[in-house]
Structures are given as C-alpha cells and as structure tokens.
C-alpha cells in the first residue's frame, strides 16, 4: 500500500448539493401566475416570505425559514379561513379542532386571531410539484372547511 495523504482540515470544503429552496419557491410562484419580486416581503438573513393574492381578500403565505442550516430549512405555505372572535372563541375553538380531524396532509394552526390551514415541508429534496400539490390540498379544503364550520356553528 502506498503512502496514505493528510489533508488539513482547512482545505476540506463542504459541498452542499441539492436544490436551491428560493429557486424552487420563486418557480411555484411563476406557475401561480405571480411575479416573484413583486408579491416578494421579506428576503433577509435565514428567512425569505412571500404573499400571493388569491382573490377576495385571500393571500397565501409562502415562508422559506432556515435558509443558513440547508439540513434544517423548511417550506411554509398557509391561508387564513376564519378570524377567531373574542366574544365566542369558547364555541369556535373546540368546534375547529373537531373538524381539523377530517383533514387530509394539512393542519389547522392557530396564529395571533387567525384560523390557519397550512403545510410545512423539509426544503432537501423539495420540488415545484410538492409545492403545487400541497397549494391544492389547502385550497381543496379551504372550502369543506369554511362550509363545516360554519354548520357546526349554525352561523
């Protein structure tokens, strides 16, 4: 066997590989129909957030935290359906967190006064059509809901 080479440890680089998760954000937000740079809010230090209209006063919160530790950095994609009432929250509450059983790949949050359906995902392997696929499970159930809720709640 022949002479075994030392390397220093300073001239050993780490080579991160996969893909980039603002690529592939700014990649669903052009299949959306969206300019990235304009519904752009925030894109400083670990975090990049972006906001997208959907219509009637929906905007879809896309997150990207993490972005400094690649094995940590998450995707965050979420839509407010209710605003949670100070008089009643006793009865919405419990009556949410029932129906958020029948949910499928989503979950209901609870963030400041908004009701929140939303799916996180690890960023290492990510593509556009995980995205896209986790964009239609909210939105398919955005609607079922809102109608369930508001049942529930004889509203």
């Known amino acids: 066997m022949g ?4 390397f ?8 991160s590989g996969g893909k980039d998760p603002i690529r592939v954000v700014e990649e669903f937000i052009v299949r959306r129909g969206f300019l990235p740079q ?3 809010r925030e894109k400083e230090g670990d975090t990049a957030q972006w906001m997208l209209a959907l219509g009637e ?24 359906v ?9 009865e919405l ?13 989503i979950k209901l949050s609870l963030v400041g006064y908004f009701l929140v359906l939303s799916a996180s995902l690890g960023a290492s392997d990510i593509t556009t059509d995980d995205l896209d696929y986790h964009f239609k499970l909210i939105t398919a159930q955005q609607a079922w809901f809102r109608e369930a809720l508001a049942q529930e709640l004889s509203w």
């Open 93 to 105: 509450l419990p009556a949410a967190l029932e129906l958020a059983d029948g949910l499928v790949g």
């Open 3 to 6: 002479k075994v080479k030392k």
């Open 38 to 40: 304009e519904c752009e």
């Open 8 to 15: 220093s440890t300073v001239n050993i680089r780490k080579i």
């Open 82 to 90: 209710a605003t949670v009432p100070i008089r009643g929250s006793h």
């Open 57 to 80: 006063g929906e905007e879809l919160e896309v997150l990207v935290e993490g972005l400094k530790r690649p094995a940590e950095t998450t995707v965050y994609m979420g839509i407010n």
